[in-house]
């Protein structure tokens, strides 16, 4: 059994699904990701994990007790919010200790804890300050250390570092996955952004429209989509659709409009005839002048028609001559070489029958 | 440096005139009160003239009468009691009302705060009469309450013409002044702090008293300042509603302006209760700054 059990729970307000019919086990020392575009649900989900909300169907078990008739306040979860929520007329110290006063922990040992869960965030010496007086990342980091102060069994992130600018995003997240580390706490982590679902999570569960697509860990979500809605939203992914034509040798080929047949290794038995869909990451793929590619390889000639340059990597848009575009990418390794080709160029796209992933659908 | 100027200017034109109303109409007479304070009363009313056989008529003589005679201090702390009366039940009944306004969705609000003003567009003095019909001998409520009295063998009351009756109305007129800076405040707090402390384990009630209340106080301050001032000076109230017991501090100044005329003594008594009101609104400020407010009033001002 899972310590927190979400059973076939479902929300709905009005005629909208918000949640439909979902069931999720989150393991003890877990970090878990909900990931997923805004109006997925995932928020939905968390708050009613949290107890802000209530599902119209199903059950939320912590440790295989059914939580519908505890409210927030009486749940051992603790959420951390997407605006801090900290409390203005309170000092850093404050906010980490009202918890505990909530709890009625002993006076004489909330500053023990209170001093404690501020070194386990790294705010040592910001006690007396005022939420105002605090930076963004600091302010992030009171959050997390209030609902962290009382140790509780779960931990629920809802876009914590949405509010961030990039480059403390990433240092928050090396610090998120220490601190969860150290403190053994599960996590249910609330996010749109894959890139920090995949560099945060254990496991991530993908959410459209209100149900789980995928649950996988972050190099089978990213390597292994199961459906094109994952393929798509993970990433830059080109996604080759159409019948399949041919099947040999444990290769399928597909007839894909405006590009031709493209091969795929893959043991899906889908008959022929039947459509599916081939996902190709563009860092998978081969950009050169001329035909090297061997012959197991899928070969195209088309022409630059967009580059966007990066810095680490330049992204090329090779149009083919039935009108479909490929999404290349091309790490700039070499120095003093930013670019390898002009928009205008022939090139030849080529990768692999193994380098993509066979979708049934 | 033409532009400085030019600045300036248009500072000038844009401040100007209200400053120049502020001086003419309110620095100036009040100190020609505080003038008239230290002068002799005239023989018919009014004012004895200001030289008088070569020598400059001034003197504390209605100072000391103010110190000297008990029953106007008597009168002024019956006052301030009655003011604090007032402030204190108009925020207990402001708050629920300032908080469900706050709270409710934006097309009520909006109908809600309407109907709180609403008693502004009818005349001050025709909504204090109108509480004589209310409280009046022969109306409903006297005709109940004296009915449930006469059950436990209790004498009737009278309703009108008695400090309850001053109260009532003084808590009536006040209250949209309490609630309308209470739901200022209140609008602008964000619902993700009571949702934080109730996550943290916080119950209503400490949601309340550790989060609502304390980041309100500046709304309460703001309300009970309009409440309180006005309240410590309102002489109508008392006159139209009050027992020959309930005459406050306006009623006596008023008294001294228009049926006594004695300016000088009404001077003094204006003094004293701009002085008083000042020391009190100060010491609330003191008090509020030292022991409650600091983190609220820092916020003010920041934002």
């Known amino acids: 059994m899972a310590l927190l059990e979400i059973q076939n729970v479902t929300r709905r307000f009005g005629d909208f699904t918000a949640v439909d019919d979902v069931s999720i086990g989150i393991e003890a020392g877990e970090f878990f990701t909900l990931l997923g575009p805004s109006g997925c649900g995932k928020t939905t989900l968390l708050r009613m994990i949290a107890g802000f909300d209530l599902p119209d169907g199903g059950q939320v078990l912590l440790n295989g007790e059914d939580l519908a008739d505890r409210p927030p306040e009486r749940r051992p979860m603790r959420m951390v919010f997407q605006s801090y929520a900290l409390f203005p007329h309170m000092t850093v110290e404050g906010n980490v200790a009202f918890p505990l006063q909530m709890a009625k922990t002993p006076a004489a040992e909330i500053g023990p804890k209170v001093v404690a869960a501020l070194e386990d965030v790294r705010l040592q010496g910001l006690g007396k300050r005022y939420p105002h007086e605090l930076s963004g990342g600091q302010k992030q980091r009171v959050a997390i250390g209030r609902a962290l102060v009382t140790h509780p069994s779960v931990l629920l992130l809802d876009e914590p570092l949405a509010a961030l600018d990039a480059k403390l995003r990433e240092e928050m997240q090396i610090e998120l996955i220490n601190l969860q580390k150290e403190v053994g706490i599960t996590f249910v982590y609330v996010t749109h952004d894959q890139t920090e679902a995949l560099a945060l999570s254990h496991r991530i569960a993908v959410m459209n429209k209100g149900r789980v697509e995928q649950l996988d860990e972050p190099s089978k979500i990213y390597g292994f989509p199961r459906t094109r809605f994952v393929a798509d939203f993970i990433g830059h992914c080109n996604l080759f659709s159409g019948p399949v034509r041919g099947r040999a040798d444990g290769v399928l080929t597909l007839d894909v409009p405006a590009i031709g047949p493209v091969r795929i290794a893959t043991r899906s038995p889908l008959p022929l005839g039947q459509p599916g869909t081939i996902a190709l990451r563009p860092e998978k793929i081969r950009i050169e002048a001329a035909a090297l590619a061997d012959t197991r390889d899928n070969h195209y000639r088309g022409t630059v028609q967009e580059l966007l340059y990066m810095g680490d990597v330049t992204v090329y848009k090779v149009g083919m001559p039935g009108g479909a575009q490929i999404e290349a990418l091309l790490a700039n390794s070499q120095s003093g070489r930013a670019r390898f080709f002009e928009v205008g160029d022939t090139v030849e796209v080529s990768w692999p029958v193994d380098a993509g992933h066979f979708i049934e659908e | ?303």
């Open chain 2, 1 to 303: 440096m033409a532009r400085g100027r030019g600045r300036g200017l248009g500072r000038w034109l844009v401040s100007g005139p209200p400053i120049a109303y502020l001086i003419v109409f309110f620095a100036v007479p009040s100190l020609i009160m505080v003038l008239a304070s230290f002068r002799t009363p005239g023989e018919f009313g009014g004012l004895a003239p200001l030289y008088e056989d070569g020598h400059l008529d001034l003197n504390l003589e209605s100072y000391l009468r103010f110190f000297e005679e008990l029953v106007y201090a008597r009168i002024f702390v019956k006052s301030v009691w009655y003011a604090l009366l007032t402030t204190l039940f108009s925020l207990g009944l402001a708050y629920p009302l300032a908080a469900l306004i706050a709270r409710s969705s934006k097309r009520y609000r909006d109908l809600l705060l309407l109907l709180v003003i609403l008693p502004f567009w009818s005349n001050f003095l025709i909504r204090i009469y109108a509480w004589m019909i209310i409280l009046g001998p022969n109306a409903a409520l006297a005709k109940t309450v004296n009915g449930v009295l006469a059950w436990f063998g209790h004498g009737p009351v009278p309703l009108l013409f008695s400090s309850f009756a001053v109260l009532v109305c003084l808590v009536y007129v006040s209250l949209p002044f309490m609630v309308l800076p209470l739901y200022a405040n209140l609008e602008k707090h964000d619902p993700a702090l009571l949702e934080a402390a109730q996550d943290l384990g916080a119950s209503a009630w400490q949601r309340f008293w550790r989060i609502t209340f304390p980041l309100s106080l500046p709304g309460v301050y703001a309300g009970a300042a309009l409440v309180f001032i006005p309240a410590l000076g309102i002489f109508a109230i008392p006159d139209i509603l009050g027992g020959p017991e309930d005459s406050l501090i306006g009623n006596v100044i008023k008294q001294q302006f228009l049926e006594t005329r004695d300016w000088p003594f009404g001077s003094v008594l204006s003094i004293v209760l701009t002085v008083a009101a000042l020391a009190i609104a100060g010491l609330a400020a003191w008090v509020a700054r030292g022991n409650l407010g600091t983190p609220s009033s820092r916020r003010e001002e920041r934002a």
